[in-house]
């Protein structure tokens, strides 16, 4: 009897106002976040925590006390098993969750997976669009893990799909409902002026960019395609970029500024979050509260927020795609084959990458050089 395991990952979230501190700790001790020696990056990962927690705390407050993150992620789980069970991949498909932050984390999925034997795992990060520091980080935290703990089964890996046509159909369709939302509000207001889209994503350090992450190049490849597909000749839209933190400068332009723009311009928003799958604090506090509390402060009309993709339709059979074309390769499709049982064979949504030669640390590189995780 054949098994196949998926395994997908995402940042994860603290279950409650205690688990904060060793949440942020757990990040900002990941080598992919500040790149420095170990004892220097535990000592530093627990000052920041030590200072954050407090406003965490009070972010997460506002939600409930909780990351509704793994709850959503399991509903997306749940919903891909029922699809691939209807493909019939496998005699027994199980689908396993690793958050890289907080529970469950790596380390109990690698051991699930393991004790569920399965003759082939898919490796599927829930970034659409990859980057050393999430897609990357997982992936790596994954191998490492895996391989200490003799997981020795087939592995393939997905490692991005900014233009999946699955991904684009539900973004492209919440979005347009977003615009019928926006379009009557402008209606009700007498406005002249029609709805502008905010594409946001979270941001990156430049000096990420620069170093070669292609992570901005494919948040704009999935804009570009999301506009595409709901052929709206003529609409005003740009990509942007929320949650900076720390002194470094970050790519942008950053989405509070945007806001305060539209205000200017007195021009309806609607605000798509373009790289996040399920709802956590990043859009429920920091979109519908702050900057929703910005936006009528600086005079933007009407202010829509479009809901993540979660569970849309579109979306979940687009994620059985690509597991499909992991398990189901064909001849000359361009996937990348590692070396090592853990990290196995390395495809993007369309098998070979989709990144342009200038992103050196696109994981299609050969041999790229690796950050060990702790």
Same mark, same amino acid.
């Given at each position: 009897?054949?098994?196949?395991?998926?395994?997908?990952?995402?940042?994860?979230?603290?279950?409650?106002?205690?688990?904060?501190?060793?949440?942020?700790?757990?990040?900002?001790?990941?080598?992919? $976040? $500040?790149?420095?020696?170990?004892?220097?990056?535990?000592?530093?990962?627990?000052?920041?925590?030590?200072?954050?927690?407090?406003?965490?705390?009070?972010?997460?407050?506002?939600?409930?006390?909780?990351?509704?993150?793994?709850?959503?992620?399991?509903?997306?789980? #749940?919903?891909?098993?029922?699809?691939?069970?209807?493909?019939?991949?496998? #005699?027994?498909?199980?689908?396993?969750? +690793?958050?890289?932050?907080?529970?469950?984390?790596?380390?109990?999925?690698? #051991?699930?997976?393991?004790?569920?034997?399965?003759?082939?795992?898919?490796?599927?990060?829930?970034?659409?669009?990859?980057?050393?520091?999430?897609?990357?980080?997982?992936?790596?935290?994954?191998?490492?893990?895996?391989?200490?703990?003799?997981?020795?089964?087939?592995?393939?890996?997905?490692?991005?799909?900014?233009?999946?046509?699955?991904?684009?159909?539900?973004?492209?369709?919440?979005?347009?409902?977003?615009?019928?939302?926006?379009?009557?509000?402008?209606?009700?207001?007498?406005?002249?002026?029609?709805?502008?889209?905010?594409?946001? +994503?979270?941001?990156?350090?430049?000096?990420? $960019?620069?170093?070669?992450?292609?992570?901005?190049?494919?948040?704009?490849?999935?804009?570009?395609?999301?506009?595409?597909?709901?052929? %709206?000749?003529?609409?005003?839209?740009?990509?942007?970029? %929320?949650?900076?933190?720390?002194?470094?400068?970050?790519?942008?332009? #950053?989405?509070?500024?945007?806001?305060?723009? +539209?205000?200017?311009?007195?021009?309806?928003?609607?605000?798509?979050?373009?790289?996040?799958?399920?709802?956590?604090?990043?859009?429920?506090?920091?979109?519908?509260?702050?900057?929703?509390?910005?936006?009528?402060?600086?005079?933007?009309?009407?202010?829509?927020?479009?809901?993540?993709?979660?569970?849309?339709?579109?979306?979940?059979?687009?994620?059985?795609?690509?597991?499909?074309?992991?398990?189901?390769?064909?001849?000359?499709?361009?996937?990348?084959?590692?070396?090592?049982?853990?990290?196995?064979?390395?495809?993007?949504?369309?098998?070979?990458?989709?990144?342009?030669?200038?992103?050196?640390?696109?994981?299609?590189?050969?041999?790229?050089?690796?950050?060990?995780?702790?």
């Amino acid at each position: 009897m054949s098994r196949l395991a998926v395994v997908v990952f995402n940042l994860g979230g603290p279950d409650s106002l205690k688990a904060v501190k060793p949440f942020l700790f757990n990040l900002f001790n990941d080598p992919a $976040i $500040i790149g420095l020696p170990a004892p220097v990056r535990w000592i530093l990962a627990r000052l920041i925590s030590g200072r954050r927690a407090p406003v965490a705390r009070a972010i997460y407050d506002r939600i409930g006390g909780r990351s509704p993150l793994v709850e959503q992620t399991k509903a997306q789980t #749940d919903a891909l098993a029922a699809v691939l069970a209807d493909r019939g991949l496998a #005699d027994e498909i199980g689908v396993f969750i +690793a958050m890289r932050y907080w529970h469950p984390m790596t380390r109990a999925a690698v #051991d699930e997976v393991k004790r569920f034997k399965p003759d082939t795992v898919v490796l599927l990060p829930l970034y659409p669009q990859h980057s050393g520091s999430t897609s990357g980080s997982s992936l790596r935290a994954w191998v490492e893990i895996a391989e200490a703990r003799g997981l020795s089964a087939e592995t393939l890996t997905v490692c991005c799909y900014p233009t999946e046509a699955g991904f684009v159909t539900a973004l492209a369709n919440l979005t347009l409902e977003g615009l019928g939302r926006a379009r009557a509000g402008v209606e009700i207001h007498g406005l002249t002026a029609g709805p502008r889209v905010l594409f946001s +994503a979270h941001g990156l350090p430049k000096t990420s $960019i620069e170093k070669g992450d292609p992570y901005q190049s494919q948040v704009e490849m999935t804009a570009r395609a999301v506009i595409e597909q709901m052929d %709206q000749p003529d609409l005003d839209w740009l990509v942007c970029y %929320q949650s900076r933190v720390g002194p470094l400068e970050w790519i942008g332009p #950053d989405t509070e500024s945007e806001i305060v723009r +539209a205000g200017a311009d007195g021009v309806p928003l609607v605000v798509v979050p373009l790289a996040f799958v399920s709802e956590h604090s990043e859009t429920l506090v920091e979109l519908d509260l702050e900057y929703g509390d910005l936006a009528r402060e600086r005079g933007v009309p009407v202010y829509v927020r479009v809901p993540t993709v979660q569970t849309h339709a579109a979306f979940i059979e687009g994620l059985a795609d690509l597991v499909s074309r992991a398990v189901n390769p064909t001849e000359g499709d361009g996937c990348l084959i590692e070396a090592g049982p853990a990290q196995g064979r390395l495809c993007s949504q369309v098998g070979a990458r989709v990144c342009a030669e200038t992103w050196s640390m696109c994981p299609h590189v050969p041999n790229p050089r690796q950050t060990k995780t702790p």
